[in-house]
């Protein structure tokens, strides 16, 4: 059984950065596809930027140049480094996993991909 437990969210300025961590529990070994999604209320949850199987990256349009997700990372776990941010960043920001082999990946896939999904945690951004 895969577990997924966020943490990093908090409150920062407009322009400031923030790191989020989701940590693996259960079979670290594996070289899942994991991804950033975000949501706020009344809205679908969007995808923000994922890591395939092979280490390879890519983002949604609207984090692109100021979201990345590092490629050294301890086992187990995966980041988000936020940079220059924007109150529209405001959201709960989820990890998710998937068990399927993705490499060279391209875009963030649908939420309806993935498996597993933390709990969440919560990003605020003020002006």
């Not at 995808?47 to 990345?68: E, H, L, N, P, Q």
């Not at 990372?73 to 998937?98: F, I, R």
């Amino acid at each position: 059984q895969v577990q997924l437990e966020e943490s990093g969210g908090g409150s920062v300025q407009a322009g400031g950065s923030l790191k989020l961590t989701c940590k693996v529990s259960g079979d670290i070994n594996r070289r899942r596809c994991m991804a950033w999604f975000r949501q706020v209320p009344g809205k679908e949850r969007e995808g923000v930027a994922v890591i395939g199987s092979d280490g390879t990256t890519a983002y949604a349009d609207s984090v692109k140049g100021r979201f990345v997700i590092p490629r050294d990372s301890p086992k187990g776990t995966v980041a988000l480094q936020m940079n220059s941010l924007k109150p529209e960043d405001t959201a709960v920001y989820y990890c998710a996993a998937d068990d399927n082999w993705v490499p060279k990946i391209t875009r963030v896939p649908a939420s309806s991909f993935f498996d597993y999904w933390g709990q969440g945690t919560q990003v605020t951004v003020f002006s």
